[in-house]
């Protein structure tokens, strides 16, 4: 009975070995498919994403909207009022970017000079803008580029960190009136002089910084070179212009000026043909630590810059 057990096992063995799935035969890994093979077999007509590329840029220079805004020289300055700006292009904020990184000159004006335009004026010379001018556009630029409100920290007197959000409405525009005296006229309290001062415009701050490399660098000097640069005329009481062949002339007419004449001077400099006009910003704030507030004075370009 034994044996016959051990046949019948053997049997069935055989059996179940004979109707088993057959292993599948082993097959060698595909070669890898190399671009060059890819490009060989496609469909598609040569330099397709290329042209793909070039018709979305087409497609954003027909969309560009052109949006006009008034300036705050208010077409006192030699070139118009009126000015049209364009939002920023992704392509536009890489060159800037690549352009700041490398501390290349006039990467600003240079964005200046592709998004604004004058009616007429194709060839305008965009560093006879004055300072405030260009600050304007490019807070615009910000504005139509990058909408919406803006979160900051700011620190109190009590050196607490107070947040708060600004609003393109939170900012005040100033223009230079439209029946002002300009350039700008200042009769000096003790000599009589009549000092005439036009406003600092990018070429003339260009000359100012260079000017300075060969100077001490403190306030006095650099806001005496600024007022020279500034310089119209200066006249005597009886109406004879005094002359001078060059700006250093001019600050050593200012620096031998007495103290009152030159604070008289240096204070219509500042408030008239400086800081005076564009866009000022300021803020009311509440702490909640310290339970106080107040209104705080912000650099407007600090917080609507062009680049993120």
Known sequence: METQ??????????????????????????APVSFNEFERVSALPPNHILNVIKSMKE???????WFNFNLPSNGRCGYPKEIKIRELTT?????????????????????????????????????????FDQDYI??????????GEKDINITDSENHKVPIKLNKEDLNFVVVPADA????????????FNWYLNFTT??????IDKAMKALPDDILTRLLISI????????????????????????????????????????????????AYGYKLEKEYYCADCGKGGKIELEPLTFFRVTI
Not at 103 to 127: R, Y
Not at 202 to 207: A, Q, T, V
Request: hydrophobic share 35%; proline share 7%; glycine share 2%.
């Open 202 to 207: 990018l070429k003339k701050l260009k000359e």
């Open 181 to 192: 005296e300009y350039p700008f006229k200042v009769e000096l309290p003790e000599t009589k």
């Open 59 to 65: 497609k954003q220079a027909k969309q560009v909207v």
């Open 228 to 275: 020279a640069h500034a310089t119209e005329k200066v006249t005597e009481p009886q109406g004879e212009t005094i002359k001078f062949d060059n700006y250093f002339e001019v600050v050593k007419l200012l620096d031998a000026l007495s103290p009152s004449d030159l604070k008289v001077i240096i204070e219509f400099f500042n408030n008239k043909t400086s800081t």
């Open 5 to 30: 057990s051990k046949d019948l096992q053997q049997i069935a063995k055989q059996k179940m070995q004979a109707t088993a799935t057959p292993p599948a035969p082993q097959t060698a890994p595909a």
């Open 91 to 131: 392509e536009d904020e890489k060159i800037l970017i690549k352009e700041m990184f490398s501390s290349k000159e006039n990467s600003l004006l240079n964005l200046i000079a592709k998004c604004a335009k004058f009616e007429g004026q194709p060839n305008f010379d965009w560093e006879n803008l004055t300072t």
């Open 138 to 147: 490019l807070i615009e630029l910000s504005a139509i580029t990058f909408p």
